[in-house]
């Protein structure tokens, strides 16, 4: 995982008692994998709402116009869940960059899912760049946009 440093003053305001930047990117690495666990891996799209923000808008691979709002997020990934089966889901090449001394967090990996859906077998190859803030002790998503892999 790549590392982008805060200051340690930075951090000490945020943090209590004071956590390194390392510790705080894996504290948000974490959670998006717990998060991801829980819609493509558990079946449980229903958890999402202990991660996605009120306010969160999202750019995915099937929706033409953005998702806004915590709601309409669940929505589509559980449309999602619902509509395929999915066999396989590996998360690869992530990097985590803290902003805001440490209250925020942005997030790209690449991602790897196999699913069935109408009968067809679809392996997607894809990017996702999230952005996360700390609040009231937990980390939530307020930002995603999917692309797919080039080529």
């Given at each position: 995982m790549s590392v982008t440093p805060v200051n340690d003053i930075e951090l000490e305001a945020f943090c209590s008692p004071k956590r390194s930047a390392g510790e705080l990117e894996r504290d948000v690495?974490?959670?998006?994998?717990?998060?991801?666990?829980a819609w493509a891996v558990d079946g449980a799209p229903e958890k999402l709402e202990e991660f996605f923000a009120p306010e969160m808008v999202a750019i995915t691979p099937t929706d033409r116009f953005r998702r806004k709002g915590r709601a309409s997020c669940i929505d589509g990934w559980s449309g999602f869940a619902r509509a395929a089966r999915i066999h396989r889901w590996v998360e690869s090449n992530q990097r985590v960059v803290l902003i805001g001394q440490g209250r925020g967090a942005v997030v790209a990996y690449d991602f790897e899912i196999?699913?069935?859906?109408?009968?067809?077998?679809?392996?997607?190859?894809?990017?996702?760049?999230?952005?996360?803030?700390?609040?009231?002790?937990?980390?939530?998503?307020?930002?995603?946009?999917?692309?797919?892999?080039?080529?």
């Open positions: 690495w974490e959670t998006v994998q717990r998060l991801n666990r196999d699913f069935e859906m109408n009968g067809r077998l679809i392996e997607m190859r894809g990017r996702d760049l999230r952005m996360l803030d700390h609040r009231d002790g937990h980390w939530w998503l307020v930002a995603d946009h999917y692309s797919a892999t080039p080529g």
